[in-house]
C-alpha cells in the first residue's frame, strides 16, 4: 500500500512534542499497512488535559480506520511523547489482535451463524436459540427484540440476527397455528 492510500491526520496541540516521535508514529502506523488493505488511514491527536489535580497530563488519541470496525486508542502520560509512544504501541497490539481474530473463522459467532442458519431449518433455529420459551411468548416479543437479543446473546450480526429471528418466528406461527 503506498502512502497515497493511507493517510494520516495529526492534530498536534502542544508545541512540545518531539519532531521524531511524529515522524516515528507515522513510520509505525504505515508499517501497519504492509501486505494488508484492511487500513485505509488515521486520525492522531495529542493534547494537554491539564487540570488542577495532574498539572501536566497530555492525552494522545489514535483512531485507526480499519475495515470492518475502526479501532480508537486512548493514552494519558505525563509527556505528549510518551503518551503518543504508548498510543501506538497500544493501537498496534490491537491491530494484530484483530487481524488474529479473522483468521480464526471457525471461531467467529457471526460467520458460524450466517454458514449454519442458512443451512437450518425453521424448527432447527428455533430449537438452537430460544429455550423454554412458548411460542406464543416468541410471537410477542416480535421480530426486532428477539434480533436483539440474538445479536446481544449470542454475537450474531445484524443480518444473521435478523435472518435467525424471521426463522424462529416463522417456526413459532407454525406451532400456535396447528
Request: no cysteine.
Amino acid at each position: 500500500m503506498s502512502e497515497l492510500d493511507f493517510h494520516i491526520d495529526f492534530f498536534i496541540e502542544v508545541p512540545d512534542l518531539e519532531e521524531s516521535t511524529q515522524a516515528e508514529t507515522r513510520q509505525r502506523l504505515f508499517g501497519l499497512t504492509e501486505a494488508h488493505r484492511d487500513l485505509t488511514g488515521a486520525a492522531v491527536s495529542v493534547e494537554e488535559i491539564a487540570g488542577v489535580e495532574d498539572p501536566f497530563l497530555y492525552q494522545a488519541r489514535i483512531v485507526a480506520y480499519m475495515r470492518p470496525e475502526n479501532i480508537a486508542v486512548v493514552e494519558k502520560r505525563e509527556t505528549p511523547d510518551m503518551a503518543l509512544e504508548d498510543a501506538v504501541s497500544t493501537l498496534e497490539q490491537r491491530i494484530q489482535a484483530e487481524r488474529a481474530r479473522r483468521r480464526k473463522t471457525w471461531e467467529r459467532a457471526d460467520l458460524q451463524g450466517n454458514i449454519s442458519l442458512n443451512q437450518l431449518m425453521p424448527s432447527e433455529v428455533y430449537n438452537t436459540f430460544i429455550e423454554q420459551q412458548t411460542p406464543q411468548a416468541v410471537i410477542d416479543k416480535g421480530r426486532t427484540q428477539i434480533a436483539t437479543e440474538l445479536m446481544v446473546d449470542e454475537k450474531l450480526d445484524q443480518e444473521a440476527a435478523y435472518h435467525a429471528s424471521d426463522l424462529i418466528l416463522e417456526h413459532a406461527h407454525k406451532v400456535v397455528d396447528s
